[in-house]
């Protein structure tokens, strides 16, 4: 098992930035990939970034490119979104994933959710 702990979301105004944090944590694990999904009130859970543990590449959802980055730490299995440029669009629950291999046996992990609304 591997347990996710999400940090960072809030309330931003428009054109305002917020940075989102998880924090994988278990016995015996080995991370693969970690990353940030979201979904609105009305929408399916959709990719917003991704990062592989091996190599560093990423990947970014079109809506997001250019305004959000993410990174990892990889001392302390964990991942970071750098949220810029935000718009009323990006309203959602962020939610965290990782894909880890727990006693040789990979899967997905989510964390719990944090909520980001934008909002004048």
């Known amino acids: 098992q591997v347990d996710l702990v999400e940090s960072g979301g809030g309330l931003v105004q428009p054109g305002g930035s917020l940075r989102l944090s998880c924090k994988a944590s278990?016995?015996?694990?080995?991370?693969?990939?970690m990353g940030w999904f979201r979904q609105g009130p009305v929408e399916e859970r959709d990719l917003v970034a991704r990062i592989n543990w091996h190599g560093g590449s990423t990947f970014y959802g079109d809506s997001v490119k250019g305004r959000f980055t993410i990174s990892r730490d990889d001392n302390e299995d964990a991942v970071h979104l750098q949220m810029n440029s935000l718009e009323p669009e990006d309203t959602a629950v962020y939610y965290c994933l990782a894909y880890a291999a727990v006693d040789g046996r990979a899967g997905n992990y989510w964390g719990q959710g944090t909520q980001v609304t934008v909002s004048s």
């Open positions: 278990g016995r015996s694990f080995s991370v693969y990939s």
